[in-house]
């Protein structure tokens, strides 16, 4: 349904929040959601009167913890994909990657942490 469609997308702002953007003024985020289910070209050479199938609201929230876990996984593999790079201007400055040692460190760092606190 177009209503959860719109709650799903929305979703991704959390996927991203999770991984500690503010999602700033200027961040341009844009999130969709689409579905092909109910394909109306199938549908256009039924009868004009035509059901719908969806899930209730309430079968949902796996589907939209799905999409936050999702989002967050796909930054954390940007970062980790991510290379060192020079910046846009010629200013000889280098835009440094993430140091995937240390970032598995920090990782199993708060791994352990919230097994501690489990």
């Given at each position: ?36 289910a109910n ?34 996984e796909a ?44």
């Open positions: 349904m177009p209503s959860q469609l719109r709650r799903l997308a929305k979703r991704a702002s959390i996927g991203i929040g999770r991984n500690g953007t503010p999602g700033g003024n200027n961040s341009g985020d844009i999130f969709l959601a689409i579905s092909t394909d109306r070209t199938r549908q256009a050479s039924m009868t004009p009167i035509q059901n719908m199938e969806f899930i209730a609201d309430e079968g949902c929230d796996a589907f939209y913890l799905a999409a936050v876990e999702a989002i967050e930054v954390v593999n940007a970062l980790v994909a991510a290379e060192d790079m020079a910046t846009f201007k010629p200013s000889g400055r280098l835009c440094k990657a993430i140091d995937h040692t240390e970032l598995a460190r920090l990782f199993r760092k708060v791994s352990a942490l919230n097994e501690f606190m489990t």
